[in-house]
């Protein structure tokens, strides 16, 4: 760590707290974190589009991202803030790099916008070729984009109303399909 990175400290509960630890302080000084507040303190419609297409697809490209209203130092705050996270993958013998969301930014997604059951991310290129289609819709239905996983609850859900009609033999057959991989879910609807 650089001197110029450090600030002196002569009082406070820091520098207390380091003597405490038997922490070594150079000249009477501790190494500052850069920032403790968060760069992102508000959210917009164009996180919530960039936010939703992540959660709905795994990986989306820069200019998908730049398609939602999100500019590069947003992208950039969205980063350091622990929401998304660079990813870099081949295709096509080059270095590409696209983006997804981390725990933290499905969190997010989850609390201010109500979104559940996120897609898993499978590898980049399958994922932004989801995201393509996915873009190539207008607004109102992506709107109603089911995930894998949305689809998966919803096929189970109705294996129990088979079951609660009294078709347990229908029911067993497409669950016994399911297991073999005889039968599975769309990467979206």
């Known amino acids: 760590m650089s001197r110029k990175s450090m600030l002196p400290i002569v009082m406070g509960s820091v520098y207390v707290e380091a003597q405490k630890k038997k922490i070594k302080i150079k000249g009477?000084?501790?190494p500052i974190a850069r920032r403790s507040k968060p760069h992102v303190t508000q959210f917009f419609n164009r996180d919530r589009l960039a936010f939703?297409?992540?959660?709905r697809t795994g990986h989306v490209s820069p200019?998908?991202?730049?398609?939602c209203g999100l500019a590069d130092s947003?992208?950039?705050?969205?980063?350091?803030d622990g929401h998304f996270e660079k990813v870099a993958y081949k295709q096509r013998g080059q270095i590409r790099e696209c983006y997804k969301l981390t725990k933290?930014?499905?969190?997010?997604?989850?609390?201010y916008w109500g979104l559940e059951r996120s897609y898993?991310?499978?590898?980049?290129?399958?994922?932004?070729?989801?995201?393509?289609?996915?873009?190539?819709?207008?607004?109102e239905i992506r709107e109603?984009?089911?995930?894998?996983?949305?689809?998966r609850d919803q096929f189970m859900e109705q294996l129990s109303v088979l079951r609660?009609?009294?078709?347990e033999a229908e029911a067993a057959l497409y669950e016994k399909m399911l297991e073999r991989g005889l039968l599975s879910m769309p990467d979206a609807s």
Request: charged fraction near 20%.
């Open 28 to 30: 009477g000084a501790l």
């Open 52 to 55: 939703t297409a992540l959660y």
């Open 63 to 67: 200019e998908q991202l730049y398609q």
């Open 74 to 80: 947003r992208i950039n705050n969205l980063i350091r």
């Open 104 to 111: 933290l930014g499905r969190e997010t997604a989850t609390r």
């Open 120 to 139: 898993r991310a499978q590898s980049p290129a399958h994922d932004l070729a989801l995201a393509e289609k996915y873009f190539s819709l207008p607004q």
């Open 144 to 151: 109603t984009w089911s995930t894998e996983s949305q689809i």
């Open 164 to 167: 609660d009609q009294g078709k």
